[in-house]
């Protein structure tokens, strides 16, 4: 298995020829990606639908889950070779039934893009009874990879959507549900990035073998539906929108935002860093615990902690059922006489 040094080795930086305002469309320029099917969570706003869009432009089936199925059905009528199913993320029982669908209308599945997320929502439990952003943006995600990784081809790729609201908190796994602790929902939504980062690592060191691959992302500030819990003077507060309501220029667009994660999807020269925490579509390196400034990119080490991904991935297993590419880790479990 993936050790924490070859993580951290793999995560030295690496500049490519894209940039912060790369787009979409930039990124996947002259990728071969015809006749590939894709599933993208979230994939009916923000930079999900502008993934769809430069996904089904390139010739790939995308299947959108959502949870809004006529919204979803209404927001990407017009784009070609996209099918929408129900699926709401908090519920396992729902991604059950979502993943079930798609084993029995697809024989291979070539890219699954976790894009879907809520943030800073106040506390809920999800029906089975985790915190609602731990269990909507981690465990939803981990149920659906979960429940179609053999129809994962060789050469496929899991891409993650992290944040750097990883900076918050590492994964809290003495009180995950906030029973101990006073809820904080931008603690509960670095938890849950952080998880998301950690979700990659884990999958990677279990697929790579079969020639699958994953990576998370932070796809930079945008301004879209995800800031729908916060209130106008926290926004204001923050510097992310003015007066007006503008938001700060500094922002990407949502078709800049999609960029980080369909380079992670397509890019060649990821293929030897599996697990990785990419940016602005490009590899940014490790920062310190107590590295505050979101403004300079970098990943925290705990959201690429080899150990802490194996313990998510453990309790993940045993939170959904599901128990993905099982025989690579009793493999590596093997201990010889
Ligand atoms: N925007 C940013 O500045 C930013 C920064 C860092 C990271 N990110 C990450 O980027 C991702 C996409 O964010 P965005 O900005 O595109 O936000 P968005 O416009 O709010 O899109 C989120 C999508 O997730 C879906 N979703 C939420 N809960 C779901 C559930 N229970 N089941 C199924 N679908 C669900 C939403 O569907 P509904 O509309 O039906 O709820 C929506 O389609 C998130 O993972 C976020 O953490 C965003």
Redesign the pocket.
């Known amino acids: 298995m993936t050790t924490t040094h070859e993580m951290i080795a793999r995560q030295q930086p690496l500049e490519t020829e894209f940039g912060y305002r790369s787009t979409a469309a930039d990124v996947i320029s002259g990728r071969d990606l015809a006749g590939r099917r894709a599933i993208v969570?979230?994939?009916?706003?923000?930079?999900?639908i502008e993934t769809v869009r430069a996904l089904a432009t390139a010739g790939v089936s995308v299947t959108v889950?959502?949870?809004?199925v006529e919204?979803a059905e209404a927001a990407l009528e017009e784009l070609p070779g996209v099918e929408v199913a129900a699926?709401?993320?908090?519920d396992l029982d729902s991604v059950a039934a979502f993943t079930a669908g798609v084993r029995e209308a697809a024989s291979s599945i070539d890219l699954v893009i976790d894009?879907?997320?809520?943030?800073a929502t106040p506390f809920q439990l999800t029906p089975q009874g985790w915190e609602s952003q731990f269990g909507?943006?981690h465990l939803?995600h981990f149920a659906l990879v979960g429940g179609i990784a053999d129809l994962l081809s060789e050469g496929a790729r899991v891409v993650s959507?992290?944040?750097?609201?990883h900076y918050r908190s590492p994964v809290l796994f003495d009180d995950i549900n906030f029973e101990s602790a006073t809820y904080d929902p931008w603690v509960a939504y670095g938890q849950a990035?952080t998880a998301?980062a950690l979700f990659a690592v884990g999958l990677d060191a279990r697929a790579a073998s079969r020639g699958i691959h994953a990576y998370s992302v932070?796809?930079?500030?945008?301004?879209?539906?995800?800031?729908?819990h916060m209130p106008t003077e926290e926004l204001l507060q923050r510097g992310w929108v003015d007066a007006e309501g503008n938001p700060n220029p500094l922002?990407k667009t949502?078709a800049e935002?999609a960029a980080t994660g369909l380079w992670a999807a397509t890019a060649p020269e990821l293929l030897d860093r599996g697990g990785v925490y990419c940016e602005d579509s490009s590899i940014k390196g490790v920062v310190a615990d107590d590295h505050s400034d979101p403004a300079t990119g970098g990943v925290k080490r705990w959201a690429i902690d080899a150990d802490a991904a194996d313990r998510l991935w453990d309790l993940s297993v045993a939170a959904t059922g599901l128990d993905p590419f099982r025989d690579a880790r009793s493999a590596t479990l093997t201990v010889p006489a």
């Not at 969570?41 to 999900?48: A, D, E, F, I, R």
């Not at 889950?65 to 809004?68: I, S």
């Not at 894009?115 to 943030?119: D, F, K, S, T, Y």
């Open positions: 969570t979230g994939g009916y706003s923000g930079l999900g889950p959502a949870r809004r919204v699926m709401d993320l908090g894009v879907a997320g809520i943030m909507t943006n939803g959507y992290s944040s750097v609201g990035k998301n932070h796809p930079g500030g945008i301004m879209t539906d995800l800031q729908r922002f949502a935002g």
